[in-house]
């Protein structure tokens, strides 16, 4: 099954850093739009950042920007999310998601199964 798997969480102290990883087998990422979402306890999942497959532009939610990065590393076939200040308000688990053509909450070709982040002292 084609599907993107998620990893580098875990349990972090406020103003930490973490990195996940999207890595896919069996597609590019290259050809896709990837983007992260994240879904905490109790709320609907949010949009958190993405990068287009065609101009490589990128857009971050107001609640990260300036803290998160997204990058890719096509050698490895790979898709990042640098985290840094992190806080207890980023608690949630993060989902990976690739299309297209354009990735958004309602569209994507596929989806990963997430992974925890924690935040918290």
């Known amino acids: 099954q084609l599907q993107p798997v998620e990893s580098g969480g875990g349990l972090v102290q406020p103003g930490g850093s973490l990195r996940l990883s999207c890595a896919a087998s069996?597609?590019?990422?290259?050809?896709?739009?990837i983007g992260w979402f994240r879904q905490a306890p109790g709320k609907e999942r949010e949009g958190v950042s993405c990068?287009?497959?065609?101009?490589?532009?990128?857009y971050y939610s107001d609640s990260v920007k300036g803290r998160f990065t997204i990058s890719r590393d096509n050698a490895k076939n790979t898709v990042y999310l640098q985290m840094n200040s992190l806080k207890p308000e980023d608690t949630a688990v993060y989902y990976c998601?690739?299309?297209?053509?354009?990735?958004?909450?309602?569209?994507?070709?596929?989806w990963g199964r997430g992974t925890q982040v924690t935040v918290s002292s």
């Open positions: 998601a690739a299309d297209s053509l354009i990735v958004s909450q309602n569209r994507a070709d596929y």
């Open positions: 069996g597609f590019t990422l290259d050809a896709y739009a």
């Open positions: 990068t287009s497959s065609l101009d490589r532009s990128t």
